[in-house]
T-cell receptor, first 116, second 112 residues
Framework: DAGITQSPRHKVTETGTPVTLRCHQT?????MYWYRQDPGHGLRLIHY???????DKGEVSDGYSVSRSKTEDFLLTLESATSSQTSVYFC???????????????FGQGTRLTVV | DQQVKQNSPSLSVQEGRISILNCDYT??????FLWYKKYPAEGPTFLIS?????DKNEDGRFTVFLNKSAKHLSLHIVPSQPGDSAVYFC???????????FGKGTKLTVNP
């Protein structure tokens, strides 16, 4: 199994508070991603990173920011949590070697976030 | 606008029979497709993939078929086993892009 650790695994927070989720990898993969999974929506990309300090937006990035100061860590911050951000958040990693064949992303166990 | 569609939210099959999960896409630039399996309270796990230069890829009990003209792919599981019961996500990407676009998933239940 790919070495990906998400923390915390569960969190309940109040509306308006900032929240930071952490993803840590031991695979030295170049690419890291944050997805959210919601009923009826599947998995949607929030932000991704293609290297230290290199990040870009996904399809549902509003209300979220990310940082990657080290290869192994990718942080997702909800600047001011809202109830619509109640979701399961998944971190994923991939080596990014798209020379001949794209590589599959490997996912963490997920963080269940509830905003009350 | 949903670029990857899994129109069947759920599918139920008997153990030992074939499971066929379908996926349609609208973006003709997609050239690589993946299937992921997800158990409750776990992250998705990669199952099988196919490049647009192929029309079939096989890995044990799992086969993915790609019909580019119809923008359709399917995952066949033969024979189905109760342990295959999970949510299956179809995903697609364009060459050179690391961003996957996922469908909404199909929940497969294999009954003993």
């Amino acid at each position: 199994d790919a070495g990906i650790t998400q923390s915390p695994r569960h969190k309940v927070t109040e509306t308006g508070t900032p929240v930071t989720l952490r993803c840590h990898q031991t695979e030295n993969h170049r690419y890291m991603y944050w997805y959210r999974q919601d009923p009826g929506h599947g998995l949607r990309l929030i932000h991704y990173s293609y290297g230290v300090k290199d990040t870009d937006k996904g399809e549902v990035s509003d209300g979220y920011s990310v940082s990657r100061s080290k290869t192994e860590d990718f942080l997702l911050t909800l600047e001011s949590a809202t109830s619509s951000q109640t979701s399961v958040y998944f971190c994923a990693i991939s080596p990014g070697q798209w020379l001949a064949t794209p590589t599959a992303a490997f996912f963490g166990q997920g963080t269940r976030l509830t905003v009350v | 606008d949903q670029q990857v569609k899994q129109n069947s939210p759920s599918l139920s099959v008997q153990e030992g029979r074939i499971s066929i999960l379908n996926c349609d896409y609208t973006n003709s630039m997609f050239d690589y497709f993946l299937w992921y399996k997800k158990y409750p309270a776990e992250g998705p796990t990669f199952l099988i993939s196919i490049s647009s230069i192929k029309d079939k890829n096989e890995d044990g009990r799992f086969t993915v078929f790609l019909n580019k003209s119809a923008k359709h792919l399917s995952l066949h599981i033969v024979p189905s086993q109760p342990g295959d019961s999970a949510v299956y996500f179809c995903a697609a990407t364009q060459g050179g892009s690391e961003k996957l676009v996922f469908g909404k998933g199909t929940k497969l239940t294999v009954n003993p």
